[in-house]
């Protein structure tokens, strides 16, 4: 990678954590100096010098470079170390904020014990199917019952939170569709009970054009995830979808329910 082109990605970068061009220009080219007159500034930023005023004060405001009141007034910036921890913290209370106002305005509809809505709803996109997986397992409250068809679903994330479920004495029971990702889930997961579908149907084979599931997870017998993606396709990862349902009486959760335990003998079955 250029100079040039690390410098535009940097920009690009302190741009997704608030700073304006101008201001992740200046506080690039301090980055190479001990200390600066706005006049150096401007020559190895190319911004404007009119502008490079603007740009550090603003810069000074967030706590990312410093001033010394001479003639001329000279800036530098704060190390890297320091500058990372202010931006981290910066994006960390931005989050927070959003989720306040998220929780603030978010519309829940009350529901009785005895009056469980059903829903299916979908999502794309691996980094989402991720994140709602992990989610429903840290949401479980007895039971988690998880098959895996596609090997590159098993992130350390994924392990973690299946060791803080055992640890929380929830009821688990984990399937591979292949002997690979079985005694990686026996390995990473001695205590749990594992076992490998015989459902080949899962995964082919396929023609390039057709769909296989990836995942399928079952949680607190009442909710149900199940992901599909192109396994012969190069963005497969990328282009994975999934349907999630919710309900207790939802015929699609019972309907998964058992497939997703059809390789337990009866009574290794958590789920009945």
């Known amino acids: 990678m250029t100079q040039d082109t690390t410098t535009s990605e940097a920009v690009s970068l302190l741009q997704e954590l608030g700073l304006q061009e101008y201001e992740a220009r200046c506080f690039l080219a301090l980055t ?18 009119t502008r490079v005023y603007d740009a550090i004060r603003v810069l000074e405001s967030q706590g990312l470079v410093e001033v010394q009141h001479s003639s001329p007034q000279q ?5 890297i170390a320091e500058a990372t921890r202010t931006l981290r913290q ?9 989720e306040t106002y998220l929780e603030t305005i978010e519309h829940r509809e009350s529901e009785s014990d005895n009056d469980q809505v059903q829903e299916v709803w979908s999502l794309a996109g691996n980094d989402a199917i991720d994140s709602r997986t992990l989610d429903l ?27 803080d479920a055992v640890e929380d004495e929830i009821s688990i029971v984990l399937g591979g569709e292949t002997e690979e990702i079985t005694s990686r889930l026996g390995a990473e997961l001695p205590n749990v009970t594992t076992f490998e579908t015989g459902l080949d149907w899962l995964t082919g084979p396929w023609a390039d054009h057709e769909v ?15 992901g599909s993606y192109y396994p012969k396709s190069a963005d497969g990862a990328e282009s994975e979808q999934a349907v999630y349902a919710t309900g207790l009486e939802n015929g699609v ?15 290794g079955d958590p789920t009945k």
């Open 32 to 49: 190479q100096l001990s200390s600066g007159t706005a006049k150096e500034v401007h020559e190895i930023s190319e911004v404007p010098r």
């Open 75 to 79: 800036y530098r910036a704060v190390s």
């Open 253 to 267: 959760v019972v309907l998964l329910r058992r497939l997703i335990s059809s390789g337990l003998p009866a009574t």
């Open 212 to 226: 296989a599931i990836s995942r399928i997870l079952l949680v607190d017998r009442e909710t149900l995830l199940i």
């Open 90 to 98: 910066k994006y960390s209370d931005r989050i927070e904020t959003l």
């Open 137 to 163: 397992i840290d949401d479980a409250e007895s039971e988690v019952a998880l098959l895996v068809v596609d090997e590159a679903l098993l992130s350390d994330a994924l392990f973690d939170r299946l060791h």
